[in-house]
Structures are given as C-alpha cells and as structure tokens.
C-alpha cells in the first residue's frame, strides 16, 4: 500500500467512526434528551470506549452542536429556497413550509423539544443565536402573507399568528408524541403513518382557513 493509500483509508475510517458517533447520538438524544444523555451512553451506543469519543468531540454540547447545526442548516436551506421563489404561490410555500418542518422532525424528532426547552433555558446561548440568526427567512414569509392580505387574496390576518398556526400544527405532535403513545397506543409505525397524512393536512387546513 502506498503512503497516499495509507492516507486515503485513514480518512475513509476517520470518517467512518465520526459518522457512526453521529448516527449514535441522535438516537441517544432522542430516547433521552440533551440532559438525560450521557457522553457513556454514546459510546456505548457506537461500540467505542469514551476517550475515542472525547477525541472526537470534547463534550456532549459541542457533539449535539454539530448535529444541531448540520439539522438547522439543511432545513432552512430548503426553507429559503422555496420562500425566496418569486415562482411559487403564498398556498405552495404553506404547503412545502409544512412538508418541509415534518419530514425534517420525522428526520430529527428530538429537534422540536430541544429548540424549545433550549430557548426556554438559554435564550443567549450559541444554539439558540444559531437559530435567530437562521430565522430571518420567516421574515420573508410574513412580507409575503402581508402582501397577499393587503391584495384582497387571503382575509385579513396577523402575518406572524399564521406564522405561529404553521409552525405550531407542523411541530407539536412531536413534542407530545409521548402523550400519544401511551393515551392513544399510537404505535411507531402509526405515529409514522399520521405525521405522513398530517403534511398535507395540515397545509390544507391552514389554507382553507385563510383563503377567500
């Protein structure tokens, strides 16, 4: 094997374990949350020993920073995508508005809860600034939804109530998802089944709710 061979699989493994510490802790912070989860539990999860863990990520908040960050900035960059399209309706950017929050929550199901509890307890903190500072495509969204209340499409509504109505249809079955499970035996795969119907349901309601 050559030096460059040496160095090419060296990466290829480095990567390997950083991607299989990754996979491991998203699955530990969703059964447990950023608080519950230890940094033993990740590396038990990943089959390593905790010094390799700590080689990799110093602390279990840089580790859910990276994850975090990689989630937030693969959903707003969808969201912006489609909010600064000047080809898409108001009612198309609801609907992938809504697709997009629940396909990226079903991806990620312990971001809802942890957004919240974080701007809850840290509101200055690096995830939660991280967040703002992404934020600033609803301001689009909202220029957008006053335009079409000041053309006479929709009927007259608070920008941001609507903003708040979507984002709150789209997200809170996953902050309440325990209550589900256990009042109304909602079973993975139905929970799964539910949130699949609920991106077109949820954009249809919001719809009817504000169209002329």
Not at 71 to 83: D, R, V
Not at 126 to 133: A, D, K, L, V
Request: glycine fraction near 2%; hydrophobic fraction near 45%.
């Amino acid at each position: 094997m050559t030096h460059t061979e040496e160095i090419t699989l060296a990466k290829e493994i480095e990567l390997s374990t950083e991607e299989k510490i990754l996979h491991s802790a998203r699955k530990v912070f969703t059964k447990k949350g950023l608080s519950g989860a230890r940094m033993q539990d990740i590396a038990d999860e990943a089959g390593i020993n905790k010094a390799l863990l700590h080689y990799y990520f110093r602390s279990k908040e840089k580790l859910f920073e990276k994850i975090f960050e990689e989630a937030s900035t693969k959903m707003f960059a969808k969201l912006t995508e489609f909010i600064d399209s000047k080809e898409l309706s108001l009612f198309e950017k609801i609907e992938k508005m809504v697709e997009n929050q629940i396909a990226m929550s079903m991806e990620n199901p312990f971001l809802p809860a942890f957004v919240i509890n974080e701007f809850h307890q840290n509101a200055e903190g690096s995830i939660c600034q991280t967040i703002g500072r992404k934020m600033s495509v609803s301001h689009k969204l909202i220029e957008h939804i006053q335009e079409a209340v000041n053309q006479g499409l929709i009927r007259p509504i608070n920008p941001i109530q609507l903003f708040i109505n979507i984002m709150s249809l789209s997200m809170f079955p996953f902050v309440s998802k325990p209550i589900l499970q256990i009042n109304m035996n909602v079973t993975e795969e139905q929970f799964a089944l539910l949130m699949e119907q609920r991106k077109k349901d949820v954009a249809d309601f919001v719809i009817r709710a504000i169209k002329l």
